[in-house]
């Protein structure tokens, strides 16, 4: 009967012990592993406004040529599309009936001239005879007025003159301006009328300087403006802060401007001359929600690297956001709700966080919601839920390079040598040419 108890007691002690440890490793699955995530402390650092605007160049002057006399055509002597000075003359109007109405208006110059001498005699005697009274008052009246008449005359005449040399004169159609020339619009040997269509020639299109039109969202616009009020964004630095007063930037340079514009070609590179604004619109536009503004460059050896027309991005430089804080663009989940963002506290848990923030350059610059240091989720959101244990996978967050910086770094590094890589290859070339000489000349001696 022990024996029996014994084994039954056994039985029990042993189906006790194989439930709880089923019970534990039940216990045990039903807690999961913590999840690996990729995440990167907030940044606060000062930021530069590095925004792009879709813009459009233009001349700065444009000009349609046209005839101003009648006439036929008779040459061209330009290239279309060339650049010509001012002053230049472009086209050819036929000039013999101009000529000869000049010719004309000079000869009844001469006729009215002397009119005005004889009348001018015979006033001087009537003049004298009067002083002596022996003439009437009336014979002295019609020979001052037969004077002031042939003056008049010689007046109508010399402006016949004048006008007969102007109309002559714009047979040679010049370029009123600097420029690049565009299409004829008439051929050689058309008859032109100064009235119709038939007068307009050609355009021309000044390019020293030049305008850049681009717009700013009136959103944009408004933060950068309120945000310049508040300091929370920074106008150029100390040297250039006088230069914000309307009347001292109109003078200044571009370069000493507290904010100026770079032009971004359509290959990435810079346009090497900065532009200054020169106009914003006094209100928005309302279908848009935009601001106009227009940028002018100089372009002192008229190249074309910038033409009218021409579609580019420009950026504006200068404005600065002081302790902006920073996170990339894969650290925010917008949901119908808003932003957020997933925070992971002192104890590995994520937190939803509510945030406000504005995108520029793959980053969102926060204005609510986050301070500087703190460690967020910053791939995989959506799998992310309020509360999950994670294991964290800390990666760096730094601000991009600036194209400047790039361009520098690609300029030092082109040639992909440095200059004291190149004067060590010349050395051992130089070393390996000369070892491959002695034995050459080691021979030589032995020949000999």
């Not at 504005?358 to 460690?375: A, H, R, S, V």
């Not at 361009?407 to 070393?431: F, G, P, R, V, Y």
């Amino acid at each position: 009967m022990q024996n029996v108890t014994k084994s039954l007691l056994g039985v029990l002690l042993l189906a006790g012990v194989l439930t709880t440890a089923a019970c534990n490793d039940k216990s045990a699955a039903g807690q999961k592993a913590p999840v690996t995530v990729t995440a990167v402390k907030v940044l606060k650092t000062d930021l530069p406004w590095n925004i792009e605007y879709p813009a459009q160049v233009a001349g700065s002057l444009q000009v349609n040529i046209r005839a101003q006399v009648g006439g036929i055509l008779e040459s061209r002597l330009f290239n279309e599309g060339e650049y010509v000075k001012e002053g230049t003359q472009l086209f050819q109007i036929d000039d013999k009936e101009y000529k000869a109405a000049l010719a004309k208006a000079k000869g009844a110059l001469a006729q009215a001239q002397a009119q005005e001498r004889s009348t001018r005699r015979e006033y001087n005697r009537m003049k004298t005879l009067r002083a002596d009274n022996a003439v009437s008052q009336k014979n002295y009246d019609d020979a001052l007025s037969a004077y002031e008449a042939a003056q008049a005359d010689v007046q109508v005449a010399e402006a016949e003159v004048r006008n007969a040399e102007i109309n002559l004169g714009y047979t040679k159609v010049k370029a009123p301006i600097s420029g690049i020339t565009g299409r004829e619009a008439q051929s050689v040997g058309s008859l032109i009328s100064p009235s119709g269509d038939s007068g307009f020639l050609t355009t021309m299109v000044q390019i020293d300087p030049l305008w850049v039109n681009f717009s700013m969202p009136g959103r944009q616009f408004e933060k950068l403006a309120s945000g310049y009020v508040s300091g929370q964004i920074v106008l150029g630095n100390e040297d250039s802060a006088k230069a914000i007063d309307p009347d001292v930037y109109r003078e200044v340079a571009p370069e000493k401007a507290p904010i100026y514009v770079e032009v971004v070609l359509a290959n990435g590179k810079v346009y090497p001359q900065k532009g200054k604004i020169i106009f914003f619109d006094s209100s928005e536009n309302t279908q848009t929600s935009s601001l106009a503004m227009k940028a002018q460059f100089a372009n002192p050896n008229n190249s074309r690297l910038l033409m009218p027309g021409q579609f580019v991005r420009v950026r504006l430089v200068g404005a600065t956001y002081k302790d902006a804080v920073l996170v990339p663009s894969s650290a925010v989940l917008n949901t119908p709700n808003g932003m957020i963002t997933y925070v992971v506290d002192e104890n590995n848990a994520v937190l939803a966080r509510p945030v406000h923030g504005e995108l520029q350059d793959n980053m969102y610059i926060i204005t609510d919601g986050l301070k500087g240091g703190e460690t967020i989720v910053s791939s995989g959101l959506i799998k992310m839920k309020p509360g999950m244990q994670v294991t964290v996978n800390m990666q760096e967050f730094a601000l991009p390079e600036s194209l400047a910086q790039k361009e520098k770094k690609q300029a030092l590094t082109q040639d992909k040598h440095t200059t004291a890589e190149m004067e060590a290859q010349i050395a051992e070339s130089i070393s390996s040419t000369a070892s491959a000489k002695e034995p050459a000349q080691k021979e030589e001696k032995k020949d000999k």
